[in-house]
T-cell receptor, first 112, second 118 residues
Framework: SQKIEQNSEALNIQEGKTATLTCNYT??????LQWYRQDPGRGPVFLLL?????KEKRKERLKVTFDTTLKQSLFHITASQPADSATYLC???????????FGAGTRLFVKA | GAVVSQHPSRVICKSGTSVKIECRSL??????MFWYRQFPKKSLMLMAT?????????EQGVEKDKFLINHASLTLSTLTVTSAHPEDSSFYIC??????????????FGEGSWLTVV
């Protein structure tokens, strides 16, 4: 069955460092991979979308890579800030499909 | 930018009663909306796909008669939890896709609705 794995353990880093979160998937050939931020008790907020034919995407301090061979995406936050503390969700979507499958998310804590 | 509004944000109801949650796309039309359920520290679980003007498509294991979905207009979908039980207590989130946005495929989520059945 289709499966998305994100590190269930929280990631603790120091302010100013780069946070790297991992998303691995199996039994799936996504056309798009998306990353969302979710704060406690709130709905997810869209951050970045990367297509299967793209290797890397950047937006301000955020960078996403997509390796369809490894079936893995890495999400980087450079110069991290305490305000970046949240849960980050990885989501996959197939071509022409409407269904988006979400990972359980990784909780990030950035210490001042 | 595109916004999805969800109401109410919190609701408490008695066992056996029904509760309705609304999901609105505020500045774009959404022919398709999605309803999710999320347990603490768990991923979003898709419950159903709401289609404007037609019946919703439910995921396996989701009771259609329990979770009634109506998508009467291009900007509004409702989820009604009928005959609610304490095990229905959860965080319910809706989303809608904006095909006209810069990314051409952006999903916007509502703020979620906390349902507590007592």
């Amino acid at each position: 069955s289709q499966k998305i794995e994100q590190n269930s353990e929280a990631l603790n880093i120091q302010e100013g460092k780069t946070a790297t979160l991992t998303c691995n998937y199996t039994n799936y050939s996504p056309a798009y991979l998306q990353w969302y931020r979710q704060d406690p008790g709130r709905g997810p907020v869209f951050l970045l979308l990367i297509r299967e034919n793209e290797k890397e995407k950047r937006k301000e301090r955020l960078k996403v890579t997509f390796d369809t061979t490894l079936k893995q995406s890495l999400f980087h936050i450079t110069a991290s800030q305490p305000a970046d503390s949240a849960t980050y969700l990885c989501a996959l979507e197939s071509t022409g499909g409407f269904k988006t499958i979400f990972g359980a998310g990784t909780r990030l804590f950035v210490k001042a | 930018g595109a916004v999805v509004s969800q109401h109410p944000s919190r609701v408490i109801c008695k066992s056996g009663t029904s509760v309705k949650i609304e999901c609105r796309s505020l500045d774009f039309q959404a022919t398709t909306m999605f309803w999710y359920r999320q347990f603490p520290k768990k991923s979003l679980m898709l419950m159903a796909t709401s289609n404007e003007g037609s019946k919703a498509t439910y995921e396996q294991g989701v009771e259609k008669d329990k979770f009634l979905i109506n998508h009467a207009s291009l900007t509004l979908s409702t989820l009604t939890v009928t005959s609610a039980h304490p095990e229905d207590s959860s965080f319910y989130i809706c989303s809608a896709r904006d095909w006209t946005g810069a990314s051409g495929n952006t999903i916007y989520f509502g703020e979620g609705s906390w349902l507590t059945v007592v």
